[in-house]
């Protein structure tokens, strides 16, 4: 006894980090964890015990905690193994980015594949309650199947299907009340116009405002001439609203299920004064439509159809012609001119136009309207053919998706102010000149299609499922074709993916997949546009041999690992599809052909060189994983991998001197090391009416540049090879300038003149002078964290409950160049309250910032550790306090079969480093926070 439980030890031991293995309920299966459904593309969905691949899965009960507008927004935090980002903007627009497993390449496509239903798709048209579970893909077993769009690992989303012999309607309400999460502070006209004087003598330059000037700003006297306008509160409300409705008609019989939704979305922002206008509101504002039918029909006892219908529409509006209005916030100075003129007219001033007023553009120029029309369709026949050959099976898939983005323009100008001011010194009162500008317009009617795009996709193929003894095979060959054309121009993308995957078990215990890909795109150049993808993993679930059956406290123990090549069909550059061929281009006449001495021919000469012998990017995928079922609930996952990505497209300009006289060619020579590491812990508990959860996910990931034709560098702190993907470089600030004699005893900085209270660096090479050669790496990155983790808890008694989900990140990066926030004045702009609290002067010589400068300062406004900031930070993503309505009291309406009362919290705390700005949006656009109330009644 005492070795078993010593050899078991032996392969837990180090895996107690705390991490989250998400948990799923599955009918089928006797256990949620050990039964969750492992979707890898293959004819077969495999549950945990039977699969040999990486994947973490977030099920259904976890798919919708933040009242979110789609799936996107609503897992975020979630998934062992996925990276996923909140972005600032319009509420239209705030959808996050998703990484699986880091940055890995260095083409700047990082992203995974996006699947629905088994078909790539837009992940921002699916509702978070039409989902059944979401699978995170990640080793190269799990992305095998989906040939070159797999090689950054895939979310595959699986929607509700209908339930046999049961009828149910579920109706859902959410509404939400959301806030700025953090609302920038700028300063106050009198002090905006002591910061730009100081500024400007900071500069050499004499004042802008002279002493009356400054009092009246202080004082509040001539308003309309020397204003006092916070543009945050007048063109922005505190709060914002959002309505969801959905309503799901779920059941079957034996031989037709079906699975409908219908959901509303509507959502008005912070605009403070949208209904200014007469038969119009210019408030930002978003409605969303989805209609689900997902449907099953057996048609013969041996003949199965699978319909998927989705059809979306969305409408956005923002004020004016797509008014950016926090661009000009964090512009216009609260000194630079009145919302309006004392006539009422809209104002601007002779350096801010008064197309730059954000209130006028919020309420006096109309707005601007998007729709986005989409359906998504696929059908499935499934043929048992067991009458010719038990436990064979045909089954063919079609489907086609289309989408269109169309726009209205109704914006229109209006009429502005301009009153310029002159006071001259011992005047009593100012003098000014008013100009008008701009013209009152009709509202526009423009009207156009902007995006169109659409998808087929066709694959059909048989599979073969048989068990002999201890013996169980599933075999499938499978032919996949797909066309799409992104953005509805002629550059249609046509790919193929042969495939012949097979899983082998004995006894339950032994696991081997094989996979054999062959894969084909029109993106790649000739005699590169097929390629063979193999892929091979094994499994040993240990808790089922002999040796195990009297540990009692390993419920499930399997050890796996899998080895692979993914290729990629990636072009190099900007999307270069012309890579592989000679470049030419014309210039100017040459030859005086006509009586004025010019050519209408010019010369024709080579431009960028054609690549030779092109080829495409691959990736050699290793994992090692554990998963294990312990003292009858911690659920534990463990994962270990690398890859080494290959023949990534770079310019090979810095292989060659200007001697080659030509643009270089791109090459197949870029090579990327990535590794890390992921931990799952999950443990759940019921005791009587009182049930318990708690765990978390952690997730590690390195990357390590190789190779990547970088051009010879003189000193070895300019080297980028060797360093991460995604790596900052910047110049080391060691302080302020005191003064000018601290600047004349220092290396002379080459980028501007220096005067004291500029930032000063460091001479890393040592040839007396600061130059773009001092710069190094520094930080991490600032598009992906290295760490990515979660920890969740959750507790419920007799219907009452609550649930809470903190996410956090670490070794992750900003660089604070924000304009206005940290770089303030510069080309007119105004300055935050933060920024000039932390100023350097001198009698505050350990201070933040640099001086006050009103002009574009090279020397400080560069990338520099001053401006680097720790961007690590731990949210409360999720928090949720729930009833369940007993169902005792229920029973008695007769007709009420489940009510669920809930208040959640969304991105209410966060803890991190950088002051007076969100770390995950530190530019102009701020997140927002909410607090939803929701009801749920299941009849």
Same mark, same amino acid.
Not at 34 to 50: F, N, P, S, W
Not at 533 to 561: G, I, N
Not at 913 to 934: Q, R, W
């Given at each position: 006894?005492?070795?078993?439980?010593?050899?078991?030890?032996?392969?837990?031991?180090?895996?107690?980090?705390?991490?989250?293995?998400?948990?799923?309920?599955?009918?089928?299966?006797?256990?949620?964890?050990?039964?969750? @459904?492992?979707?890898?593309?293959?004819?077969?969905?495999?549950?945990?015990?039977?699969?040999?691949?990486?994947?973490?899965?977030?099920?259904?009960?976890?798919?919708?905690?933040?009242?979110?507008?789609?799936?996107?927004?609503?897992?975020?935090?979630?998934?062992?193994?996925?990276?996923?980002?909140?972005?600032?903007?319009?509420?239209?627009?705030?959808?996050?980015?998703?990484?699986?497993?880091?940055?890995?390449?260095?083409?700047?496509?990082?992203?995974? +594949?996006?699947?629905?239903?088994?078909?790539?798709?837009?992940?921002?048209?699916?509702?978070?309650?039409?989902?059944?579970?979401?699978?995170?893909?990640?080793?190269?077993?799990?992305?095998?199947?989906?040939?070159?769009?797999?090689?950054?690992?895939?979310?595959?989303?699986?929607?509700?299907?209908?339930?046999?012999?049961?009828?149910?309607?579920?109706?859902?309400?959410?509404?939400?009340?959301?806030?700025?999460?953090?609302?920038?502070?700028?300063?106050?006209?009198?002090?905006?116009?002591?910061?730009?004087? $100081?500024?400007?003598?900071?500069?050499?330059?004499?004042?802008?405002?002279?002493?009356?000037?400054?009092?009246?700003?202080?004082?509040?006297?001539?308003?309309?001439?020397?204003?006092?306008?916070?543009?945050?509160?007048?063109?922005?409300?505190?709060?914002?609203?959002?309505?969801?409705?959905?309503?799901?008609?779920?059941?079957?019989?034996?031989?037709?299920?079906?699975?409908?939704?219908?959901?509303?979305?509507?959502?008005?922002?912070?605009?403070?004064?949208?209904?200014?206008?007469?038969?119009?509101?210019?408030?930002?504002?978003?409605?969303?439509?989805?209609?689900?039918?997902?449907?099953?029909?057996?048609?013969?006892?041996?003949?199965?159809?699978?319909?998927?219908?989705?059809?979306?529409?969305?409408?956005?509006?923002?004020?004016?012609?797509?008014?950016?209005?926090?661009?000009?916030?964090?512009?216009?100075?609260?000194?630079?001119?009145?919302?309006?003129?004392?006539?009422?007219?809209?104002?601007?001033?002779?350096?801010?136009?008064?197309?730059?007023?954000?209130?006028?553009?919020?309420?006096?120029?109309?707005?601007? @309207?998007?729709?986005?029309?989409?359906?998504?369709?696929?059908?499935?026949?499934?043929?048992?053919?067991?009458?010719?050959?038990?436990?064979?099976?045909?089954?063919?898939?079609?489907?086609?998706?289309?989408?269109?983005?169309?726009?209205?323009?109704?914006?229109?100008?209006?009429?502005?102010?301009?009153?310029?001011?002159?006071?001259?010194?011992?005047?009593?009162?100012?003098?000014?000149?008013?100009?008008?500008?701009?013209?009152?317009?009709?509202?526009?009617?423009?009207?156009?299609?902007?995006?169109?795009?659409?998808?087929?996709?066709?694959?059909?193929?048989?599979?073969?499922?048989?068990?002999?003894?201890?013996?169980?095979?599933?075999?499938?060959?499978?032919?996949?074709?797909?066309?799409?054309?992104?953005?509805?121009?002629?550059?249609?993308?046509?790919?193929?993916?042969?495939?012949?995957?097979?899983?082998?078990?004995?006894?339950?215990?032994?696991?081997? $997949?094989?996979?054999?890909?062959?894969?084909?795109?029109?993106?790649?150049?000739?005699?590169?546009?097929?390629?063979?993808?193999?892929?091979?993993?094994?499994?040993?679930?240990?808790?089922?041999?002999?040796?195990?059956?009297?540990?009692?406290?390993?419920?499930? +123990?399997?050890?796996?690992?899998?080895?692979?090549?993914?290729?990629?069909?990636?072009?190099?550059?900007?999307?270069?599809?012309?890579?592989?061929?000679?470049?030419?281009?014309?210039?100017?006449?040459?030859?005086?052909?006509?009586?004025?001495?010019?050519?209408?021919?010019?010369?024709?000469?080579?431009?960028?060189?054609?690549?030779?012998?092109?080829?495409?990017?691959?990736?050699?995928?290793?994992?090692?994983?554990?998963?294990?079922?312990?003292?009858?609930?911690?659920?534990?996952?463990?994962?270990?991998?690398?890859?080494?990505?290959?023949?990534?497209?770079?310019?090979?300009?810095?292989?060659?001197?200007?001697?080659?006289?030509?643009?270089?060619?791109?090459?197949?020579?870029?090579?990327?090391?990535?590794?890390?590491? $992921?931990?799952?812990?999950?443990?759940?508990?019921?005791?009587?009416?009182?049930?318990?959860?708690?765990?978390?996910?952690?997730?590690?990931?390195?990357?390590?540049?190789?190779?990547?034709?970088?051009?010879?560098?003189?000193?070895?702190?300019?080297?980028?090879?060797?360093?991460?993907?995604?790596?900052?470089?910047?110049?080391?600030?060691?302080?302020?300038?005191?003064?000018?004699?601290?600047?004349?005893?220092?290396?002379?900085?080459?980028?501007?003149?220096?005067?004291?209270?500029?930032?000063?660096?460091?001479?890393?090479?040592?040839?007396?002078?600061?130059?773009?050669?001092?710069? @190094?790496?520094?930080?991490?990155?600032?598009?992906?964290?290295?760490?990515?983790?979660?920890?969740?808890?959750?507790?419920?008694?007799?219907?009452?409950?609550?649930?809470?989900?903190?996410?956090?990140?670490?070794?992750?990066?900003?660089? +604070?160049?924000?304009?206005?926030?940290?770089?303030?004045?510069?080309?007119?702009?105004?300055?935050?309250?933060?920024?000039?609290?932390?100023?350097?002067?001198?009698?505050?010589?350990?201070?933040?910032?640099?001086?006050?400068?009103?002009?574009?300062?090279?020397?400080?406004?560069?990338?520099?550790?001053?401006?680097?900031?720790?961007?690590?930070?731990? @949210?409360?993503?999720?928090?949720?306090?729930?009833?369940?309505?007993?169902?005792?009291?229920?029973?008695?309406?007769?007709?009420?079969?489940?009510?669920?009362?809930?208040?959640?919290?969304?991105?209410?705390?966060?803890?991190?480093?950088?002051? $007076?700005?969100?770390?995950?949006?530190?530019?102009?656009?701020?997140?927002?926070?909410?607090?939803?109330?929701?009801?749920?009644?299941?009849?």
């Amino acid at each position: 006894m005492k070795h078993k439980i010593i050899f078991v030890l032996s392969m837990l031991i180090g895996f107690t980090n705390t991490a989250m293995a998400q948990a799923e309920k599955d009918s089928e299966h006797p256990d949620r964890f050990i039964g969750q @459904k492992m979707d890898v593309g293959a004819d077969k969905v495999l549950t945990r015990d039977e699969s040999a691949a990486s994947v973490s899965v977030i099920t259904s009960k976890d798919t919708d905690r933040r009242s979110a507008k789609n799936i996107g927004n609503s897992i975020l935090g979630q998934g062992n193994g996925l990276i996923s980002l909140q972005n600032g903007g319009l509420y239209a627009t705030q959808n996050p980015t998703f990484y699986v497993r880091g940055l890995q390449t260095l083409n700047g496509n990082n992203s995974p +594949l996006i699947l629905v239903d088994g078909i790539e798709r837009d992940i921002t048209s699916v509702t978070p309650e039409e989902v059944e579970r979401v699978t995170i893909l990640k080793d190269a077993a799990a992305v095998a199947l989906f040939g070159y769009k797999g090689v950054n690992g895939a979310v595959q989303i699986v929607t509700k299907r209908g339930l046999r012999d049961s009828r149910s309607i579920k109706v859902t309400y959410d509404h939400l009340f959301s806030a700025l999460a953090e609302k920038p502070k700028f300063v106050d006209a009198y002090t905006y116009a002591n910061a730009m004087n $100081e500024a400007r003598a900071n500069d050499g330059l004499t004042p802008r405002y002279n002493t009356q000037e400054l009092n009246a700003f202080r004082d509040g006297t001539f308003p309309y001439l020397y204003p006092n306008v916070n543009w945050v509160d007048e063109t922005f409300r505190d709060h914002g609203m959002t309505n969801k409705y959905n309503l799901e008609f779920r059941g079957g019989s034996g031989k037709f299920r079906y699975y409908s939704m219908l959901d509303l979305i509507s959502d008005k922002g912070f605009i403070k004064n949208p209904n200014e206008n007469e038969g119009y509101s210019t408030q930002d504002k978003y409605v969303k439509g989805n209609m689900r039918m997902n449907l099953d029909i057996d048609l013969t006892p041996t003949t199965d159809v699978r319909i998927n219908l989705l059809g979306v529409l969305m409408e956005s509006s923002r004020p004016g012609s797509q008014a950016d209005l926090w661009n000009m916030i964090y512009t216009v100075p609260s000194a630079a001119f009145p919302i309006r003129n004392e006539n009422g007219v809209w104002a601007g001033s002779d350096i801010w136009a008064g197309t730059s007023n954000p209130v006028a553009q919020s309420i006096g120029a109309a707005y601007y @309207k998007n729709h986005i029309r989409s359906l998504f369709s696929d059908v499935t026949l499934k043929q048992n053919l067991s009458s010719w050959l038990p436990g064979l099976s045909a089954e063919i898939r079609v489907g086609y998706d289309n989408t269109a983005n169309i726009y209205e323009d109704h914006s229109r100008t209006y009429v502005y102010s301009v009153s310029t001011p002159t006071w001259g010194e011992g005047d009593s009162s100012p003098s000014f000149n008013t100009g008008t500008y701009g013209s009152d317009s009709e509202m526009g009617a423009a009207a156009d299609v902007t995006a169109y795009s659409r998808r087929f996709h066709f694959d059909g193929g048989f599979s073969y499922q048989r068990s002999f003894g201890n013996h169980a095979v599933c075999t499938q060959l499978k032919y996949d074709y797909e066309y799409e054309d992104p953005e509805g121009l002629s550059n249609t993308v046509y790919r193929q993916d042969i495939s012949w995957w097979t899983h082998y078990s004995y006894a339950g215990r032994y696991l081997a $997949e094989l996979a054999l890909v062959e894969s084909g795109s029109s993106r790649l150049a000739p005699g590169s546009k097929w390629a063979l993808s193999p892929t091979l993993s094994a499994a040993w679930v240990v808790s089922k041999e002999r040796f195990m059956e009297h540990v009692s406290w390993v419920d499930f +123990l399997k050890l796996r690992a899998s080895a692979g090549i993914i290729n990629a069909d990636y072009l190099p550059g900007d999307n270069l599809w012309t890579y592989y061929a000679q470049q030419y281009g014309t210039s100017g006449g040459v030859y005086p052909f006509n009586s004025s001495f010019g050519s209408d021919f010019g010369r024709t000469y080579l431009g960028q060189l054609a690549t030779m012998n092109p080829g495409h990017e691959k990736a050699y995928k290793y994992n090692f994983g554990l998963d294990a079922k312990l003292f009858g609930g911690l659920d534990v996952t463990f994962d270990l991998y690398k890859q080494h990505r290959t023949d990534i497209w770079v310019s090979s300009a810095g292989k060659y001197s200007v001697i080659l006289a030509y643009d270089a060619p791109y090459e197949n020579a870029g090579i990327v090391d990535s590794w890390g590491t $992921e931990v799952g812990l999950n443990y759940e508990k019921t005791i009587r009416d009182f049930t318990f959860n708690i765990g978390g996910n952690f997730a590690y990931n390195k990357s390590k540049i190789k190779e990547q034709l970088e051009e010879p560098r003189p000193y070895d702190n300019l080297v980028q090879t060797g360093n991460p993907v995604g790596q900052i470089y910047g110049l080391e600030a060691i302080g302020f300038f005191k003064d000018e004699t601290d600047i004349a005893d220092s290396p002379v900085q080459t980028f501007s003149t220096v005067r004291p209270g500029d930032i000063k660096y460091r001479d890393l090479n040592g040839d007396k002078k600061i130059d773009a050669n001092d710069t @190094k790496a520094i930080g991490y990155s600032v598009t992906c964290p290295e760490i990515y983790y979660n920890l969740h808890i959750g507790a419920e008694w007799k219907g009452l409950g609550f649930y809470a989900m903190l996410q956090g990140t670490g070794n992750y990066s900003a660089v +604070l160049n924000t304009k206005s926030m940290y770089w303030p004045l510069v080309a007119n702009t105004t300055i935050s309250q933060y920024a000039y609290d932390n100023r350097w002067t001198p009698a505050n010589q350990d201070a933040l910032f640099p001086r006050l400068s009103s002009q574009s300062n090279a020397n400080n406004y560069r990338t520099s550790t001053l401006w680097l900031a720790d961007r690590s930070f731990l @949210k409360l993503r999720d928090l949720e306090v729930y009833c369940h309505l007993p169902k005792s009291l229920l029973a008695k309406t007769g007709f009420i079969h489940a009510a669920k009362l809930y208040v959640r919290g969304i991105d209410l705390l966060c803890f991190d480093h950088i002051d $007076e700005s969100d770390p995950e949006a530190y530019g102009v656009n701020p997140l927002t926070k909410s607090i939803a109330l929701g009801l749920s009644v299941t009849f």
